[in-house]
Nanobody, 130 residues
Framework: QVQLVESGGGLVQPGGSLRLSCAAS????????IGWFRQAPGKEREGVSC????????YYADSVKGRFTISRDNAKNTVYLQMNSLKIEDTAVYYC???????????????????????WGQGTQVTVSS
């Protein structure tokens, strides 16, 4: 059993930065592909970024490409999402998801229901406002 806990959200001005963390309990963390999703009020859930289990390859949605950076520290069972140049439209609850094995990021991020992922976190609020 794996539990995911997100942290690092908060209130930031446009143009600012935040770093989100997704900490996992349990073993074999390096065998999981980890994705970040977000959901704003009244909007569909969106797959934002992903990092694969096998070689740590990153993947980004076009909406965040060039501004967000995903990384993982398998020794700490943690995936990070560094968010720079934040925009008001980045405001959302951010969730991380874990799926076992060599899952393609494009596949993982296309699955927006939390029930269709192996594990899902409780979310952290990011608010970008002046």
């Amino acid at each position: 059993q794996v539990q995911l806990v997100e942290s690092g959200g908060g209130l930031v001005q446009p143009g600012g930065s935040l770093r989100l963390s997704c900490a996992a309990s349990g073993s074999a963390f390096d065998t999981y592909t980890i994705g970040w999703f977000r959901q704003a009020p009244g909007k569909e859930r969106e797959g934002v970024s992903c990092i694969t289990s096998r070689d740590g390859s990153p993947y980004y949605a076009d909406s965040v490409k060039g501004r967000f950076t995903i990384s993982r520290d398998n020794a700490k069972n943690t995936v990070y999402l560094q968010m720079n140049s934040l925009k008001i439209e980045d405001t959302a609850v951010y969730y991380c998801a874990a799926d076992w094995g060599p899952v393609y990021c494009s596949t993982q991020l296309a699955v927006r229901s939390d029930r269709d992922h192996d594990y899902w976190g409780q979310g952290t609020q990011v608010t970008v406002s002046s």
